[in-house]
Nanobody, 122 residues
Framework: QAQLVESGGGLVQPGGSLTLSCAVS????????MGWYRQAPGKQRQLVAS???????YVARSVKDRFTISRDNAKNTIELQMNGLKFEDTAVYYC????????????????WGQGTQVTVSS
């Protein structure tokens, strides 16, 4: 039904910053919970941060002091502001969306974006 379109990935030096954006491309479609997941080579895909329509947020412990998730309900978009990037942040970052409760972290994501590459390298 909906298409999630990510942008903002790229190559950045350690300690640098990057902002990822995700937009729902189909008019009239919205999701209660939207978030960012990442998958590094040889690793499982993991939740980085999520936000619901009421703007409650979850941020993984590994990044919560460096990353900030935000949402614009009118534009039907979310952003991930990433500061103090480290080598271990290198991954493909995927936007995901679903309905349901934000605290049900095991709930199945219904819609995925195509992913955007974030590479942290000196």
């Amino acid at each position: 039904q909906a298409q999630l379109v990510e942008s903002g990935g790229g190559l950045v030096q350690p300690g640098g910053s990057l902002t990822l954006s995700c937009a729902v491309s189909r008019s009239g479609v919205s999701f209660n919970v939207m978030g960012w997941y990442r998958q590094a080579p040889g690793k499982q895909r993991q939740l980085v941060a999520s936000i619901n329509s009421a703007l409650f947020t979850y941020v993984a412990r590994s990044v919560k002091d460096r990353f900030t998730i935000s949402r614009d309900n009118a534009k039907n978009t979310i952003e991930l502001q990433m500061n103090g990037l480290k080598f271990e942040d290198t991954a493909v970052y995927y936007c995901g969306a679903r309905d349901g409760n934000i605290y049900d972290w095991q709930a199945e994501v219904s819609t995925w974006g195509q992913g955007t590459q974030v590479t942290v390298s000196s």
